[in-house]
């Protein structure tokens, strides 16, 4: 059997997390740590459990990420903006608790700590309609942060180009490229580069 997910729950109030802390602890894949570490690598994924986002919440988000954990929020009211804020402080899926069953929030953990992502489809939605593209062709706000290397390696994606020849027109080696477009399709949630480049088009950032 393969080792259990370890996971830390982190809460604003002590009720609230022993709530989800309890409901996890049935799940035989999961192991909950006794208490909170959200400054330790002790969890593989920290589920942080929060109202709204604000600048406790974001700060939560953040120790996890410094911490080194994967991130599940656990949240009561979202927005459109508000999705925005939340995955670029760290976060690598976002549950509503309205919809948070046992089984919908250990999907989440298990999928966060497979190294992907996971949110609402009506949240991805919004996200998406916040990437945007300043005049001077750079993506300054872009889903999962986006940097302008990976910007330039989607646009020749697009365009085409081979792993070596995006490496020889921006100068990387072809491990650094080939990292670059891992990290992308695994951050992204893509399966392929066709489908990394569909969702660039589809995001406006080519």
């Known amino acids: 059997m393969s080792r259990r997910i370890r996971v830390s729950v982190v809460a604003l109030d002590p009720v609230s997390r022993a709530g989800v802390a309890?409901?996890?602890?049935?799940?035989?894949?999961?192991d909950v740590l006794a208490e909170p570490h959200p400054e330790s690598n002790a969890a593989d994924v920290t589920v942080?459990?929060?109202?709204?986002?604000?600048?406790?919440?974001?700060?939560?988000?953040?120790?996890?990420?410094?911490?080194?954990?994967?991130?599940?929020?656990?949240?009561?009211?979202?927005?459109?903006?508000?999705v925005l804020e939340t995955v670029r402080a760290g976060a690598n899926a976002i549950v509503r608790r309205a919809e948070a069953t046992d089984e919908r929030l250990s999907d989440a953990i298990r999928t966060v700590n497979a190294g992907d992502g996971s949110l609402p489809p009506d949240l991805l939605g919004r996200l998406l309609t916040q990437v945007g593209v300043?005049?001077?062709?750079?993506?300054?706000?872009?889903?999962?942060?986006?940097?302008?290397?990976?910007?330039?390696v989607l646009r020749l994606l697009a365009d085409g180009y081979s792993t070596a020849e995006i490496a020889s027109a921006l100068a990387y080696s072809e491990r650094t490229i080939k990292n670059a477009i891992h990290d992308l399709t695994t951050r992204l949630q893509l399966r392929n580069r066709s489908h990394a480049v569909a969702f660039a088009v589809r995001a406006g950032l080519i």
């Open 22 to 30: 309890g409901v996890l602890r049935f799940r035989p894949e999961l």
């Open 134 to 152: 300043s005049r001077d062709g750079e993506a300054p706000m872009t889903y999962g942060g986006l940097t302008h290397r990976e910007l330039r």
């Open 48 to 82: 942080v459990v929060v109202d709204e986002v604000d600048q406790q919440a974001l700060q939560q988000i953040k120790a996890a990420r410094r911490a080194g954990t994967r991130t599940v929020v656990l949240i009561r009211d979202v927005d459109g903006p508000s």
